[in-house]
């Protein structure tokens, strides 16, 4: 019987409808006349025309998907009940297939980049141990000020007109370096980033963002604007699915977001609250059990597959057209090393956390460029301000919060968001908010914002919470930034190795977010200037002996050993320059020196560039080219 099923189910398939007529019709004519044959026979043949004429019937009913993949794919170790919410899972991962409902599955998880989570996990884990002391760390709690609380998603949407859903728009790349204007795994190695932006944002600093993706393509990122004009998360991830090769997103301005609520959070109470991990992880199960519009469940593959960050420049008032481009010019002067550095870095630690010292600060910056400060007398807000006004490359600050204000102990001071709006403070080029609630993006004048684009001169991102809880396990996310890792992918690495997430990682890590540019770590303001010849120097002396002198990186006490220097001078063949095909006319590298003398080619145009190279292998950003021209 088994056999004679699975022939028919198997000739159902292949057989036109009109075979089936004319091959029932001949197998009854045929047992009308068969009066002779044995009963078995009879039952077994009668029993073979059930089954073909039922199979129809069921490929009918079987609810089937066909879908598109766009990426590699390796198997996942669990089986999972397939349901309507996994269905684009198994259909990325079998494009080819016809797949039952019914039938338990085996879901495969794209591959991007290489990264293997689990590999990533190990390896950070393993260099990075957690060391701090964090069983007995009290519970955060959200600090509410003058009975101000947070909004919640059904106020959201309150809030925000309703669009009717249009479909993403992806705009062409600028004109710069046409030779590696179309993506290439070798010409951007780091891969693809959409920057998610509603039209009417974009059209008020184009160029600014354009010059923005010139900059981040030095990093071996292949940025290009989104136009997004409306819909909702779901419809945002399941877009940044279909790009092949991404690392990461830029949400800029009003992007929506998903939420999430967690039933048994800090003390047993309910919390809902934004939550990124969503978009970054585009492989997990995602379900809202009771259907009010929050995720309530995680399972799968869990794990970050990409980074996400945010720039809300509509929540800190006025206008997000002057904020976002004031920040864009900040960023781009950052990246040129017009604003100067830092090689320090603070913790500044209140009671509750006393004793987790440094933070792992050190991992990054080293003991001797991170201050502790973690005096129970002197952590108040009086000696947080003074500290703000300090240039450093990180300050690490762990206090209680709220979405607007930080709360030090000791004297039950505040740090309201419109001191980190003030023009003095802060002066710090990245931020670890170490406090509930800090970085909730949904909320207007919330503290993260300021801190990131706000009137700083110097700040570039800020790692926080937009719920209850925070980051832990520092080290696992400043050991990778201390061996070159940029914040985005660290931010994601870090994500990747507290998987898989229980309740109280749930309550911890859910809300962690990223403000500000990803694309950057403590090296991106670290660069020498370059002294002289000045930018477009003319020469005519022969023979055409120049010197290239540029100035230390470090301080007159510290740091000058730490670092060596990396040269490349080149020269203009005919219409092109010579590294532009594949040739650089001097190259050096391990330089003690801050000057080289050398005897140039020709009577022609020249250019040349450095960047400092600490000792430990890891290299900072190049200065930017400066031309110099022999006429004889």
């Known amino acids: 019987?088994?056999?004679?099923?699975?022939?028919?189910?198997?000739?159902?398939?292949?057989?036109?409808?009109?075979?089936?007529?004319?091959?029932?019709?001949?197998?009854?004519?045929?047992?009308?006349?068969?009066?002779?044959?044995?009963?078995?026979?009879?039952?077994?043949?009668?029993?073979?025309?059930?089954?073909?004429?039922?199979?129809?019937?069921?490929?009918?009913?079987?609810?089937?998907?066909?879908?598109?993949?766009?990426?590699?794919?390796?198997?996942?170790?669990?089986?999972?009940?397939?349901?309507?919410?996994?269905?684009?899972?198994?259909?990325?991962?079998?494009?080819?297939?016809?797949?039952?409902?019914?039938?338990?599955?085996?879901?495969?998880?794209?591959?991007?980049?290489?990264?293997?989570?689990?590999?990533?996990?190990?390896?950070?884990?393993?260099?990075?141990?957690?060391?701090?002391?964090?069983?007995?760390?009290?519970?955060?709690?959200?600090?509410?000020?003058?009975?101000?609380?947070?909004?919640?998603?059904?106020?959201?949407?309150?809030?925000?007109?309703?669009?009717?859903?249009?479909?993403?728009?992806?705009?062409?790349?600028?004109?710069?370096?046409?030779?590696?204007?179309?993506?290439?795994?070798?010409?951007?190695?780091?891969?693809?980033?959409?920057?998610?932006?509603?039209?009417?944002?974009?059209?008020?600093?184009?160029?600014?963002?354009?010059?923005?993706?010139?900059?981040?393509?030095?990093?071996?990122?292949?940025?290009?604007?989104?136009?997004?004009?409306?819909?909702?998360?779901?419809?945002?991830?399941?877009?940044?699915?279909?790009?092949?090769?991404?690392?990461?997103?830029?949400?800029?301005?009003?992007?929506?977001?998903?939420?999430?609520?967690?039933?048994?959070?800090?003390?047993?109470?309910?919390?809902?609250?934004?939550?990124?991990?969503?978009?970054?992880?585009?492989?997990?199960?995602?379900?809202?059990?009771?259907?009010?519009?929050?995720?309530?469940?995680?399972?799968?593959?869990?794990?970050?597959?990409?980074?996400?960050?945010?720039?809300?420049?509509?929540?800190?008032?006025?206008?997000?057209?002057?904020?976002?481009?004031?920040?864009?010019?900040?960023?781009?002067?950052?990246?040129?090393?017009?604003?100067?550095?830092?090689?320090?870095?603070?913790?500044f630690v209140d009671n509750d956390w006393a004793s987790w010292g440094r933070c792992s600060l050190d991992k990054m910056l080293g003991k001797k460029r991170t201050e502790k400060y973690n005096n129970k007398a002197k952590t108040n807000a009086t000696n947080y301000k003074a500290k703000l006004r300090k240039k450093l490359n990180w300050l690490h600050f762990c206090c209680h919060s709220s979405p607007w204000h930080h709360r030090t102990y000791e004297d039950k001071g505040k740090i309201n968001w419109t001191d980190i709006r003030s023009p003095n403070i802060p002066h710090a080029f990245f931020y670890q908010l170490f406090n509930c609630s800090s970085a909730r993006f949904t909320e207007n004048n919330f503290l993260g914002g300021w801190y990131v684009f706000g009137n700083s001169p110097f700040s570039l991102a800020a790692v926080g919470s937009a719920k209850t809880g925070s980051m832990k396990a520092f080290g696992q996310f400043y050991g990778p930034m201390g061996d070159g890792a940029l914040i985005g992918e660290a931010f994601a690495d870090w994500f990747s190795a507290q998987a898989p997430y229980d309740n109280h990682d749930r309550q911890w890590y859910y809300g962690m977010c990223l403000i500000g540019d990803p694309i950057a770590n403590w090296t991106t303001p670290i660069m020498p200037r370059l002294l002289s010849p000045t930018n477009g120097k003319v020469f005519n002396h022969y023979p055409r002996r120049t010197t290239l002198k540029w100035s230390r990186v470090g301080d007159k006490i510290l740091f000058f050993k730490e670092y060596r220097y990396e040269l490349q001078v080149d020269y203009k063949y005919g219409k092109t320059w010579a590294r532009n095909d594949g040739r650089v006319y001097i190259h050096k590298k391990n330089l003690k020196k801050t000057s080289y003398t050398f005897n140039f080619v020709g009577a022609q145009p020249g250019r040349w560039r450095v960047r400092a190279v600490r000792l430990d292998g890891v290299k900072c950003p190049w200065t930017p080219w400066r031309t110099f021209r022999y006429t004889k």
């Open 1 to 347: 019987m088994r056999f004679a099923r699975n022939f028919a189910n198997s000739f159902a398939t292949k057989c036109h409808v009109h075979t089936w007529f004319l091959f029932v019709r001949t197998f009854t004519e045929i047992c009308r006349e068969g009066q002779k044959m044995n009963g078995l026979l009879k039952i077994t043949l009668a029993l073979f025309v059930c089954c073909c004429i039922a199979t129809p019937a069921l490929q009918a009913q079987r609810r089937v998907v066909r879908a598109k993949t766009t990426a590699k794919t390796t198997p996942m170790i669990s089986k999972v009940a397939l349901s309507k919410d996994v269905l684009a899972k198994v259909a990325l991962a079998q494009p080819k297939k016809l797949v039952n409902f019914n039938k338990l599955v085996r879901i495969k998880k794209p591959v991007f980049k290489k990264r293997n989570p689990r590999a990533i996990k190990l390896n950070i884990m393993k260099k990075y141990p957690l060391k701090l002391k964090v069983k007995g760390v009290k519970q955060f709690r959200t600090e509410s000020f003058q009975g101000k609380k947070v909004a919640n998603r059904a106020t959201i949407l309150k809030r925000r007109p309703l669009l009717k859903y249009k479909p993403f728009k992806v705009l062409a790349r600028p004109t710069f370096l046409h030779y590696v204007r179309l993506y290439s795994p070798s010409a951007y190695p780091k891969g693809k980033v959409p920057i998610v932006i509603k039209q009417s944002l974009y059209n008020s600093c184009k160029s600014k963002l354009n010059r923005y993706i010139e900059d981040v393509a030095r990093n071996g990122y292949y940025a290009y604007i989104m136009i997004f004009n409306g819909g909702s998360a779901v419809n945002l991830k399941n877009k940044l699915r279909q790009v092949k090769d991404i690392s990461g997103a830029i949400l800029v301005g009003d992007i929506p977001a998903a939420w999430f609520e967690n039933s048994n959070d800090f003390r047993g109470k309910y919390a809902e609250f934004p939550c990124d991990l969503y978009l970054m992880d585009l492989n997990g199960i995602w379900r809202d059990m009771d259907n009010d519009g929050k995720f309530d469940k995680h399972s799968g593959a869990v794990e970050p597959d990409i980074w996400i960050a945010r720039w809300p420049v509509h929540r800190l008032g006025g206008s997000q057209n002057s904020t976002l481009n004031k920040y864009l010019d900040k960023n781009h002067l950052i990246r040129l090393g017009k604003k100067g550095y830092s090689l320090n870095g603070c913790a």
